[in-house]
């Protein structure tokens, strides 16, 4: 299912404008979540050598998380588009939207868009999450993941949810080593992103 080839923007805009971009729809109910499980993921955060700080981001952070959200996509098999200052205010700015941010060695590293989901907001979702390649592979992510879920248990959310790209196979690899599954394909087409 994963391509191992590296698209070229052209391949890209002309997949969008064909056959749509196709992304992998994945959750993992909450009670799912083991109690043992969830011990060994926060042992691997506490063990991690970054002690990358996580902070809710603020208005003010918001440039800060835009160049760190086009940094960490540029190495990503996933396609695309700079993100601009006053699109991710938008974003910042709906009420069941937050953004968390690690910072490390004292540089913003990495973040986490999470968002709320379904008629009683009982979906957390992890719209997005990257980390800059410098501290990639570092286990990073899973700190932020951590970081999502706690978040997430304090306002009892029922299932975690996000998507990946089709060709994406390190951070499908990823999310799946976490629990979870796939349970929809999602495809967009360019008409999605006017």
Sequence with gaps: ??????????????????????YVQMRLPVEKI?????EKLRKDVERNILKAKIREATLEDIPSVCQV?????????????????????????????IVL?????????????????????EYGVIAGLGVIPRFQRKGLGTVLGMASWDYFKK?????????VYKDNKAS??????????????????????N
């Design 34 to 38: 083991t109690p043992e499980f969830e």
């Design 155 to 163: 306002k009892g959310v029922k299932e975690l949810r996000c998507e």
């Design 1 to 22: 299912a994963f391509d191992k080839k590296e698209k070229k923007e052209d391949e890209i805009q002309s997949e969008l404008a064909t056959t749509g971009l196709t």
């Design 69 to 97: 959200y086009n940094r960490s996509w540029m190495t990503s098999c996933t396609p695309y588009r700079p993100l601009e200052v006053d699109t991710l205010k938008q974003i910042y700015e709906y009420p069941e939207t």
């Design 172 to 193: 499908y690899d990823f999310i799946s080593s976490l629990g979870f599954e796939d349970f929809d394909v999602k495809v967009y087409k360019a008409d999605d992103f």
């Design 101 to 121: 941010i690690a910072k490390v060695y004292g540089v913003d590293a990495g973040f986490a868009i999470l968002d709320f989901e379904g008629p009683n907001q």
